[in-house]
């Protein structure tokens, strides 16, 4: 699975950057100009203000002879001052752009990170507001297991008998409360007041009690619940961090073949609940890094020479990425494509085939570094849309590197085309469970029968690309997927049907290790699997092959 206009996650487990460009507390997103104070209060809908500014409300309120009582006054409670024929009926506009992208990703199968941004731009939200929208519907999307099995304690009508625009209401006054610093007044009155005007008073009704059973428990209590009532650990953590059980286990299973401890799930269920940094590639010959971080005021990525991790910039603004000579592209993806054209062929080193090209950021890297090298790439992609992604991405690459961009079957190439090619890459597609983190509806759309349906795929494509490749040159197999019926199990399945001494594995870590320096950490194994907890990148899988015969 393609994952090249991708971002990558803080630097590592361990960093104390904001993820995202914003705070979990849903202040301002600073991609879009704005930022949060995390000293400050709040105003009526829940954003944060200053103290200044609720210390001067709370006054005039005293003056009027409306004091607070104590508990108002530390934000508990969720009944407003007014009476109820006065109370505010319609919803702020963050929640309920927020609402409307849970509801097109319900009803018509969209991609949040696709159709948010427009939305913003369309309301002309900037700032905190923009940030608090992005927040809402990213985070409400990625924790919808975590609330629904928590919504689950608070109504006697099951969960998934609940209508969606309902449900989704639900979910959405859940993550206020349960994973911003939304007071609970706020979260529950907004949420109210945006079903009021979406779906009708009784409903409203029926989620206002809904909400106020929820924030009866803190969520450290929550998450205990689930633990204890959890069938067995996968069950348990499946539910306490959001994932379906069959991505649990298969993520387990992935960590233990790999040589990581299965303690790690934890920390790997973690990590795919983080919104990542965005990652930019500076395109060898095209763009510098470090130039780039001083245009950016980003920083330089932790294993490769080309990645530049933004912390505020918006990458529409940058130059570099508006003329093609820098893209987004997740640092995972960057280092595999850069191992794939390190690896030793034998003979010429003068063609090359990107197999599944599409949408094109590994494409743009390997053509960049083609020019340099006075090689030739073929951009193969079987979907004309995406064959017209990757023409624009590689819209900066000088022409004499590039000898076409088709429109074929990559099951086909192999025969169309036996020994034509120095190097191929076949970047499958695949479940993209490697990028749950970017893509938060993703792992609520896959099923273990997808995967059964592109094993098939992938073994086929692989077969064709060492058909492709010539005798000395070498293959890439790379997914965004850790799942070893993907990965291990593909290559091992292709290899086992051909003759003995056809092809041969290459280390992949030792050529990895060239790019990235001696002290990655890096499982003692041939071919190379990466992980967001550990390397901060989406999990990437890398293995190199030779033909030999």
Request: charged letters at 25%.
């Amino acid at each position: 699975m393609n994952n090249d206009n991708n971002s990558r996650s803080s630097r590592g487990s361990s960093s104390g950057r904001s993820q995202g460009g914003y705070s979990r507390s849903g202040g301002g997103d600073s991609r879009f100009g704005g930022g949060n104070s995390r000293s400050g209060g709040r105003d009526d809908r829940g954003y944060r203000g200053s103290n200044e500014d609720r210390e001067f409300n709370n006054e005039r309120r005293n003056q009027r002879g409306h004091e607070r009582s104590a508990s108002r006054s530390r934000g508990e409670g969720h009944r407003t001052a007014s009476a109820p024929s006065a109370r505010r009926r319609s919803a702020d506009l963050p929640r309920t752009i927020a609402f409307e992208i849970l509801q097109q990703v319900a009803e018509s199968d969209s991609y949040a990170n696709l159709v948010l941004p427009p939305a913003l731009s369309r309301a002309r939200l900037t700032g905190r507001d923009a940030g608090f929208a992005t927040e809402l519907t990213y985070g409400t999307l990625r924790m919808q297991g975590r609330y629904d099995a928590i919504l689950a304690h608070c109504t006697d009508r099951p969960v998934k008998q609940i209508d969606v625009p309902v449900l989704n209401l639900a979910r959405l006054g859940a993550h206020q409360l349960l994973g911003m610093r939304v007071p609970s007044h706020a979260a529950v009155s907004e949420t109210v007041a945006l079903a009021r005007e979406h779906v009708g008073a009784g409903p409203a009704q029926f989620l206002n009690a809904i909400l106020r059973r929820v924030s009866e428990r803190p969520l450290d209590e929550w998450l205990a619940l689930l633990e204890a009532e959890g069938k067995n650990e996968v069950e348990a953590l499946s539910a306490m961090h959001s994932h379906p059980t069959w991505i649990t286990r298969a993520l387990r299973e992935s960590l233990v073949a790999n040589g990581r401890p299965v303690e790690e799930i934890t920390a790997l269920l973690a990590a795919d609940n983080a919104a990542p940094s965005v990652t930019l590639v500076a395109r060898p010959g095209l763009s510098d890094q470090a130039e780039l971080v001083v245009d950016t005021e980003g920083y330089p990525g932790d294993l490769t020479p080309t990645a530049v991790v933004l912390e505020s910039t918006d990458p529409a603004t940058i130059d570099d990425v508006r003329t093609g000579r820098a893209g987004v592209q997740d640092e995972g993806s960057q280092l595999v494509t850069l191992a794939f054209l390190n690896a030793p062929v034998e003979g010429t080193d003068e063609r090359w085939l990107d197999m599944c090209a599409g949408p094109g950021g590994k494409a743009a890297l390997i053509g960049a570094v083609a020019a340099q090298k006075g090689a030739r790439l073929v951009a193969n992609e079987i979907q004309p849309h995406r064959a017209g992604l990757v023409e624009k991405s590689l819209k900066a690459i000088p022409q004499s590197a590039i000898e076409r961009i088709q429109v074929w079957d990559g099951r086909e190439i192999g025969d169309l085309e036996p020994d034509a090619y120095d190097r191929v890459m076949l970047d499958a597609p695949c479940s993209g469970l490697g990028a749950l983190r970017r893509r938060p509806e993703s792992r609520w759309r896959r099923s273990v029968s997808d995967v059964s349906v592109l094993t098939g795929l992938q073994k086929e494509l692989l077969q064709s690309a060492l058909k492709a490749v010539r005798v000395g040159g070498v293959v890439a197999y790379v997914t965004c997927s850790p799942h070893l019926a993907e990965t291990r199990f593909i290559v091992d399945a292709v290899l086992g049907g051909l003759d003995e001494g056809t092809v041969e594995r290459l280390d992949a870590r030792e050529i990895v290790q060239e790019i990235t320096g001696p002290y990655a950490e890096f499982a003692d194994r041939t071919d190379l699997q990466l992980w967001p907890h550990v390397h901060g990148t989406d999990a990437m899988h890398l293995t190199l092959l030779r033909r030999l015969k």
